[in-house]
């Protein structure tokens, strides 16, 4: 069975600093890995994905994920913090288990404060 | 624009009233889900729809119903059985593009229970 752990909700950077926001995934099958971001009141947006070939992948707003394997991990990165990408992150794992509910499983999510 | 589009924004209930969310989508897709958002608790399935009137409960099904007697729409109704309501609900959609493809959400539908 799929599921997604989500290290620290609660994550402060100051502006201009590395953003790192942690995801492990639990899947006996290749995992198909997300990132979403959810600004105040609003839905999800997608921010990246990884499906198959090279594991490094980037997304908008100038983030990035790497899938690694050997950690089975997702972690979701941006070099330098602005005062928009404060929100919530969420990490999502595709459901491949024969459930039929062509699923996504998220994790319970990262809220990003950024410092000015 | 292609999209998901909820309706109400927001919503106020008394207790043992029946509500009805809407959920329309013009993505030509397949699948729709409804998820409730609580704090610190990300998001849980209530029900999904992988065509049209055929549904299956999700984890949280409980206290909620839907139908889906046309392909781009998903209502949601929160029943009096519900017994805590008051929570953010988000409705999404999915291609057929398998495991692939990612879920596109609507803005969401925040339902307080007075």
């Known amino acids: 069975a799929q599921s997604v752990t989500q290290l620290g909700s609660h994550v402060s950077v100051s502006e201009g600093a590395l953003v790192l926001l942690r995801c492990n995934y639990s899947?006996?099958?290749?995992?198909?890995l997300f990132w979403y971001v959810q600004y105040p009141n609003q839905g999800l947006q997608l921010l990246l994905k990884?499906?198959?070939?090279?594991?490094l992948v980037k997304g908008i707003n100038g983030f990035e994920a790497e899938f690694k394997k050997s950690e089975t991990s997702f972690h979701l990165t941006k070099p330098s913090a602005h005062m928009s990408d404060a929100a919530e992150y969420f990490c999502?794992?595709?459901?491949?288990?024969?459930?039929?509910?062509?699923?996504?499983?998220f994790g319970t999510g990262t809220r990003l404060t950024v410092i000015p | 624009d292609g999209g998901i589009t909820q309706s109400p924004k927001y919503l106020f209930r008394k207790e043992g009233q029946n509500v009805t969310l809407s959920c329309e989508q013009n993505?030509?897709?397949?699948?729709m889900y409804w998820y409730r958002q609580d704090p610190g608790q990300g998001l849980r399935l209530i029900y999904y729809?992988?065509?049209?009137?055929?549904?299956q409960k999700g984890d949280i099904a409980e206290g909620y119903s839907v139908s889906r007697e046309k392909k781009e729409s998903f209502p949601l109704t929160v029943t009096s059985a519900q017994k805590n309501p008051t929570a953010f609900y988000l409705c999404?959609?999915?291609?057929?593009?398998?495991?692939?493809?990612?879920?596109?959400f609507g803005e969401g539908s925040r339902l307080t229970v007075l």
């Open positions: 729809s992988q065509i049209v009137n055929d549904f």
């Open positions: 990884y499906t198959t070939g090279a594991t």
């Open positions: 999404a959609s999915r291609g057929t593009s398998g495991y692939t493809g990612e879920l596109f």
């Open positions: 999502a794992v595709s459901d491949q288990a024969q459930t039929g509910a062509n699923n996504l499983f």
């Open positions: 899947s006996s099958v290749p995992p198909y």
């Open positions: 993505l030509n897709h397949d699948a």
